[in-house]
């Protein structure tokens, strides 16, 4: 350890350490633009030969040219002449260092001159910048010359406000440079770059990809771009490191929101039950697919059952789809849960029996997931069950050429295998109730019974022994019940229901399958893939008709006429059809009716405290309880019918809250696999831009009919290595350093620090723990309403205020300013209550 003092502050730092880090550690601000925590220094950097900016060429004048730095993080040393720069100098033993002198701050702003001439800063003079939209510019500044979209949150300009513009710096002259706005996932304004050089290194240094460089152009400045014609030509991982690391407005995201996460991980924040994407399928990339089964069962215990069935949210947000296609993340989940060893299992926290019991009632992904996280907090599950055997929707709804009974029965004992007890043939309001499920011991219920009705409609005729319904269909179908259905079928619905009875229909011995729905094509409940699907085996789709009567003769089913739809919908977005005055018959010789699924809740009395809507269960949203104290719900029996992952976040969200309900904590988070420290490094990839997505192999079409066999094949080791390699690893941009801000002037939530505000007008902050702020209020009397709410609420910690005459002006300038910032009012409803 090396002694040293900085700002007559002794101190202590391990050998290596500069002036800049250790001031950074105390505490101390030290003003920089080139420095990152995270990147080497910018005088390492050579220039290129050539760089392009879009599609202009810049060659380098200058060979032997070196970037010098920032040259505002300048200090000074006792017996020094010359002021260093704080960046690069290490701390030696016995160093007195002084980082704020009058000779300091003017070589500073002559060096922070040199820097803002040849960037845009009209705005950061401007007295009105705070709240200002830069669209209204009363100042009547020219348009070229205002700040970017990041004005108001920009780094550079943080440290404009702190070293100040000096009068002297010349007007800004707009140049002539690219701004590329067309490319994915960010946009790149050259006129914007200041030359620190931050990008380079984050792409060089930090990820190992070297797809930028830098020249210098013929006036000797700096100029920087890509080493081809397009970041993909250059070898980009579109890992937008570069972006965040940029002190200006030249790099800046497409769709992201300053300081909101789920904009960075959209994959993650569309994933209902908030698996980490990123993490398994790196670690797929790696070849580690058990590890990758443990990371996806920490929220989901259905792996395999999800990678076929599930609704893929997150694929429609992958940001991999910005570049070209999105990443096939649901085919790895079941690659992941077909190729696991039993890693999780091992790793599990099962508790201590409690001694409190609990019913579950339904075994579907709901039901049983419940079931699993409670048994592992110790409680006594049972699960009754109506049927015969477990598994709901899962078992008895979905065909097996999507999802085989051998995985659904797999994953349906790794739950049991763990001590539930399972009574099937045990339906709720026949051979059990609520009140003897209390009077036997259970202190607690969950109602997870589904939604495993056919939704039905009044149509005349509908009585026919060949009128049919979808979701019975396939029930009778997955239980064996031989079904030879005659040739001409029609089925009405537009969901993954309907396609599934299509499909299930050719399978039973149709041979011409017509789907008709009220939907538009692109309106269709139902998945784009499973739409291809039945398209390619031979389902024709009739869009937009609704059914007005069934045609028969005889007793028997001759065809359907149906009814042209011109609207679904209605402004609200409610399901409200509006039918014209277009017919058309279909002949067929059955009708199978899909258009939805509905709820038995017959088991619930009349004059139970349970209340019903619309055919659901209501229930409290933060804890699924029905007006049953230790009676909860979950699952399609609350909610319309959604798709199985929904089922399982509420199975866990019921577990949670079962949990407290009998004394636990009601946390059921684990860790099955703790992954090492992330690299920061994701290499260069030649093509990486232009990697297709990897198809998943099928079944040809001509063998899909014959039977169930599944039609999805998924990936081999080799594929699925391929496919993963092409996430952009979006998660390892959070794990880039924040630079460090100039000091704020908050202070301290406590009473005296209050006594000490004036009595007068002005305008306030208040901010949690976290510094987040959670209001902005201008008042008559700063003091007496700071007073005010210390004395009523606790969630305070830290303040700042500023004295202004013209309060309520200063107030909505500064709402504007966060509203920017954060896409957001500040605070909660609550505290703003106060007010």
Known sequence: MIKASIDDKGIQVEEGTTILEAAHKEGIYIPTLCYHPDLKGPEEMRPEEFIYQGGRKIINSMPEGVNEGCGICLVALQGVGDLIRSCTTEITDGMVIITENERIRQERTRNFISIMKGHPHACLVCPQQEGCDLLQCSADIPVEERCCAIFGHCELQDVANYLGIDPTTPRWIPTDLPAIKDGPLFEWNYNLCIGCLRCLRACNDLRGVGALGFVFDKGGEIQVGSLSSTLGKSGCRFCTACVEVCPTGALIDKDIRAGHEEDLLPCNAACPADIDIPGYLRLIAEGKADEANALIREKVPFPGILGRVCSRPCEDVCRRGDVNEPVSICALKRFAGDNEGGLWKGSMDLKGDTGHRVAIIGSGPAGLTAAFYLKKKGHQVTVFESRPLPGGMMRYGIPEYRLPLSVVEKEIRDILDFGIVLNTGRTLGKDLTIDVLKEEGYEAVFLAVGAQLSRKIELEDSDLKDVLWGVDFLYQVKEGRGFKLKDKVIVLGGGNVAIDVALTALRCGATHVTMACLEKREEMPADDSEIHQAIEDGVEIMTAWGPNRILSGDGQVRGIELIGCSRVFDKEGDFSPTFDERRRVVEADQVILAIGQATDLSFIDPGSPIDIQRGMIVVDGETLETGIPGVFAGGDVTKAPGAIIHAIVAGRKAASSIDRFLGGDGDIEETLFQPGPLSPTVGRVEGFADLPRQGVPE???????????????????????????????????????????????????????IHNVPQGEGVYQLLDASKKVL???????????????FEEDDRVAWFEYEEDPLYSKRESELIQQYLRHHGEMPGEDELNDLF
Not at 720 to 743: F, H, M, N, Y
Not at 777 to 787: C, F, H, I, Q, T
Request: aromatic share 4%.
């Open 699 to 753: 079944l040809p079409p001509a063998q899909r009919l014959r039977g169930f066999k599944e039609v999805a094949l998924g990936f081999d080791r080799d594929t699925a290595g391929k496919e993963a390699s092409r996430c952009l690893q979006c998660d390892l941009r959070l794990g880039i350093k924040k630079v460090i801000s100039p000091p704020a002037r908050l202070l301290q939530w406590t009473e005296a620090n």
């Open 775 to 789: 209001v902005i209020k201008g008042v008559m009397n700063m003091r007496e309403s700071l007073l005010g709410v």
